[in-house]
């Protein structure tokens, strides 16, 4: 009879057990772009005069990562989503982020850098835009939960 496994084999195993799971994840688990939402199920209302201008300001500054519509894309996470929802990400937390960038934290998409280009007034519009849209989506205000 052997004995039980060494240290050493014992991280050998987890190591070869680990790289099968990376493996077949990688395989059969949901793709980074699978996962984003599809801008075909973005639901778009009929929208305030100021968030139909922060569309505008979107599409041109900020929907090459963030998607049409704010879908997501392979590059960026989708804003239509409940991570976003105004009780976990305020209006001010989109402000900062424009203004100082932020730091990866709830996807694998890398930092986003600060956008100097966009003004205090665009970032207004472009955050009653994405609002107006998780709205119509079904994303309220909840409370932040850890």
């Known amino acids: 009879m052997k004995l039980p496994l060494s240290l050493s084999e014992l991280l050998i195993a987890g190591i070869v057990v680990s790289g099968i799971g990376i493996a077949a994840w990688q395989a059969i688990g949901p793709r980074a ?55 976990h990400h305020a209006d001010e937390s989109f402000l900062r982020a424009v203004r100082q960038g932020v730091p990866q934290h709830h996807w694998p998409f890398g930092d986003m850098p600060a956008l100097p280009q966009v003004s205090d007034a665009q970032i207004a519009d472009i955050v009653r835009y994405v609002r107006e849209l998780q709205q119509a989506n079904g994303i309220v205000r909840r409370p932040h939960r850890m």
């Not at 772009?33 to 500054?61: C, E, I, K």
């Open 33 to 87: 772009d699978a996962r984003m939402s599809s801008a075909a199920t973005v639901r778009v209302p009929a929208l305030s005069p100021q968030a139909v201008a922060g569309r505008h300001a979107f599409d041109a500054n900020c929907a090459l990562c963030h998607g049409e519509r704010g879908a997501g894309t392979g590059q960026g996470p989708p804003l239509v989503h409940d991570i976003y929802n105004p009780g």
